[in-house]
């Protein structure tokens, strides 16, 4: 079967005041929902947070680094992470993927209601000895405000953004998608006017791809009467890369004093002696047996 990307937009208005993304990012969203088995509302929630994370993944400046962007909100979804690398390839999970409420009066998914009050939290891993982390209290946890603010806040840039997620009755994804338009240092004021005014026709982002327009077709709304150049457009994936060499550091992490003690109550409880780790990311397992478990502590000593 042909894998299917979602893909990002990126441009920049002709005078240099403004650069703008478009990501459709439905194929991820669906990923994610495949294998968190999410309720309507935490696939919302879900794919807005991965739709995010995935364009700001694309403004790291080295393609070492990873960002990860958390919502952690008192509500029933409890946090909601997702991690991106410097192609905006991206990975996520839900604390809790059955959190589900009610629709709004206005027939949307309750996003916020299962999210609560919190904070967001976005790290950078871009080289340094010490990451870049940066925190501000939830707005609204509609999430496109929450990261608005985030970067007006934290990174002194203002940002329009607009995501959305449009949840089929069977819980697959019928579209999902985001546009993010940043203004650059001494950008033109006479834009700023221009940008807010076509804000207001991407209220419903979601519904725009599930008519089928193009990321080229958004971006033209997003910026309507300003004129652009066309960066590229690049695909982009839910993808997971744990591996058993990472779980493997993560076992010897715990130290085999406490590796040992694991395997004791299992053989006090009558149990089978193994160590299973899930990947929180994929679902992915990975199992040890006592001798497999205590055999990467040889090196060691």
């Known amino acids: 079967m042909e894998k299917k990307y979602s893909k990002i937009l990126r441009a920049m208005t002709k005078d240099g005041s403004a650069r703008a993304y478009v990501i459709n990012s439905t194929e991820i969203v669906n990923e994610a929902i495949k294998i968190h088995k999410t309720s309507p509302t935490a696939a919302a929630l879900l794919g807005r947070v991965l739709t995010a994370a995935s364009v700001m993944g694309t403004m790291l400046p080295e393609k070492e680094c990873t960002m990860t962007l958390a919502i952690r909100g008192n509500g029933m979804a409890g946090t909601t992470l997702a991690t991106s690398d410097y192609y905006g390839n991206v990975k996520g999970y839900i604390s809790n993927p059955l959190a589900d409420l009610p629709l709004k009066p206005n027939g949307k998914l309750d996003v916020s209601g299962i999210v609560g009050g919190g904070i967001l939290c976005v790290s950078k891993d871009v080289g340094d000895e010490v990451p870049y982390n940066g925190n501000i209290e939830l707005v609204s ?161």
């Open 141 to 301: 946890g509609e999430i496109a405000e929450d990261v608005a603010q985030y970067f007006a806040v934290s990174e002194q840039t203002p940002t329009l953004c607009a995501l959305g997620v449009l949840v089929n009755p069977d819980i697959t994804c019928k579209a999902s998608g985001g546009v993010f338009v940043q203004l650059l240092p001494f950008a033109d004021e006479s834009i700023i006017s221009v940008l807010e005014e076509n804000a207001k026709s991407l209220n419903n982002i979601s519904s725009k791809f599930a008519e089928g327009l193009s990321n080229e077709e958004i971006l033209k709304i997003a910026l309507n009467g300003i004129e652009y150049d066309l960066f590229d457009e690049i695909e982009v994936e839910y993808k997971c890369d744990c591996s058993r060499k990472r779980t493997e550091r993560a076992l010897i992490s715990l130290g085999k004093p406490e590796i040992e003690k694991i395997f004791l109550e299992q053989k006090e409880e009558g149990k089978e002696e193994k160590i299973e780790l899930e990947c929180h990311f994929c679902n992915k397992k990975y199992s040890y047996t006592k001798e497999e478990a205590l055999a990467l502590f040889k090196d060691k000593e």
